[in-house]
Structures are given as C-alpha cells and as structure tokens.
C-alpha cells in the first residue's frame, strides 16, 4: 500500500456478502438499514467490487463483517474471505475481523489464529446487534488476547440503523452501545487500542469525554453525512482531538463520495482536515512511523 499516493483512509466499511452470495444481515433488516440510509447504488457490492471502488477513487478501506450468530441467527461473512480479499487487494483493503463474544473461548483461539496467520489488523463489535454490554466481564478474554497481539478494537456506538423501521427494532437494543461502557475496557486494557464507531447519538458528549481521558480511545466520524455533525462533536475534530478523529463512511450504507462532499463544507482547519482523512489512520493502523 502506497500510503502517500492515497487521498484518504475509511476506516468503516462493510463486508455484505460473501463469495457465495450469502449475506451477513437477513433480508429485512437489509432492506431497512438501506432505506434508513437512503442508500445509493448498489447496497451488497462484493468484496472484489469494493475493492474496485475504492482503488478508482485513490483510497483505501478498512473492511469487515459483523458477527453476531447467537443474536440473530444469521452466519456473518466468513473472516478469513475477508482477510484474502484484503490480501489479493492489499493496495486497497486493510482486514478487520468480527467475533461474536459469546463464542467464548474458541472465539479467542479464532481471534490469535486471525492475526497470526491472515494479518488481521483488528475487530469489529456491534453490542447492539450483538446483544451485550461491552463492560461484561465475559468479554475480556477476548479483549485481553487483542490487546497482546497489537490488534485495534472498533466498537459501534450510539444509535444504529440497523433495525432502525422495522417492529421492535428487529429487537435490536440500543443501550448496549452507550460509549460509556467503553470506557471500562478502556481503563481495564490501557495499551487496547479503541475506535468508537460514529457520532454516538445520544451520548455525543459521553464519547468525547472517553476520547480526551483515555489515551488509546479514538473515534471515527462514520455512518452520518458531516452537514449533520453535532457542534461539539466538530469543535473536539478541530481542538482536543485533532489526532485522535478518523475518516470512516460506513459504506456501502453511506458512500465515501457523499461523505467527503459534505466534510468539505464543514470548518475543519486546513491543518487538521488532512490528519482526519488519512494521516491519523495511516499512524493508528500502523502504515507509517509514529
């Protein structure tokens, strides 16, 4: 990968579908989360298509699936067909992986055997489709074993469209994706490096209090246009966590085309738009010296 040659690093992409068409959501909260988005173009793009996408547009992706089989009943994309289209598109994709937390520990074993041998770079939790608090004691196992292997933990935070329409929400709940539950993994694993995924509505100030006290704590600006950025959210970007705020669309359910085109209106400092966009991930993933 030819970080300097790349426009931007998205950190927040997902894997939809895997080779043999099978998609990590069922077909209804599918269909919700791309109404809810008011998605465009294609919404189950393959992996070689994302990695098309983004190599036309000059960027690299942090891709990933979502795990979460105990809670819906539905197999994720497999992690290692993630981590192989990462590698034959290594120009481009960077692999996260997801683990269900209740796979206990032969989820741990799978994390060690991820990074080990297919160079997964980190994980991807969702506690609301997931189904747990990211505080539970009975995920720490797996927490500890990231942490020893140098890997990042991306934790979805705030609402979530996902079950956003349907009855009940899909069953899906919301308190589990408080930021503030992350704030114990963060105090209990100091050296984990963590992402808290998207403006975490309602808790936008809970996030940016764990970001500024925990040093290992980031967030990525994903799953929202810009133009709707709370006030306090882009005054943090441009002060107190100018190196510690990250690109990430959520693409396919938002496109990094209509991401950017809103960002550029915002009043982000010159100095501070490009650590945003690609300097602040290439340095938290490792792609360039600290």
Do not use: C
Request: charged share 25%; proline share 7%; hydrophobic share 40%.
């Amino acid at each position: 990968m030819n970080v300097e040659n790349l426009v931007a690093i998205d950190v927040h992409t997902h894997a939809e579908v895997s080779s043999k068409g099978h998609a990590s959501l069922s077909d209804d909260l599918s269909e919700a989360s791309g109404a809810y988005f008011k998605t465009e173009g294609n919404r189950k793009p393959t992996l070689e298509e994302t990695a098309a996408y983004y190599r036309e547009r000059r960027m690299a992706a942090v891709i990933f699936t979502v795990d979460a089989e105990s809670a819906t009943g539905t197999e994720p994309v497999p992690n290692e067909e993630v981590a192989e289209a990462a590698a034959a598109n290594a120009d481009v994709l960077i692999p996260f992986a997801s683990i269900d937390p209740f796979r206990g520990r032969a989820g741990v074993k799978q994390a060690r055997r991820l990074v080990e041998e297919y160079g997964v770079k980190g994980f991807k939790f969702h506690p609301s489709v997931q189904g747990f608090f990211p505080n539970d004691r009975f995920a720490y196992e797996l927490y500890a074993i990231i942490e020893e292997l140098g890997a990042i933990a991306l934790f979805h935070t705030g609402q979530t469209g996902i079950g956003a329409g349907v009855p009940g929400g899909g069953g899906i709940r919301l308190k589990y994706s408080n930021p503030l539950h992350i704030d114990d993994v963060a105090a209990d694993f100091p050296h984990l490096q963590i992402i808290l995924a998207h403006p975490s509505f309602p808790w936008q100030d809970e996030a940016l209090a764990v970001a500024t006290h925990k040093p290992g704590v980031h967030i990525d600006l994903s799953g929202w246009s810009p133009k709707y950025f709370p006030p306090q959210l882009v005054q943090y970007a441009n002060t107190l966590l100018k190196d510690k705020v990250l690109f990430g669309s959520d693409f396919p359910l938002l496109t990094p085309d209509r991401w950017l085109a809103d960002f550029e209106k915002l009043p982000i400092k010159d100095e501070v738009r490009p650590k945003i966009l690609k300097a602040n991930a290439a340095r938290l993933l490792g792609l360039t010296k600290p």
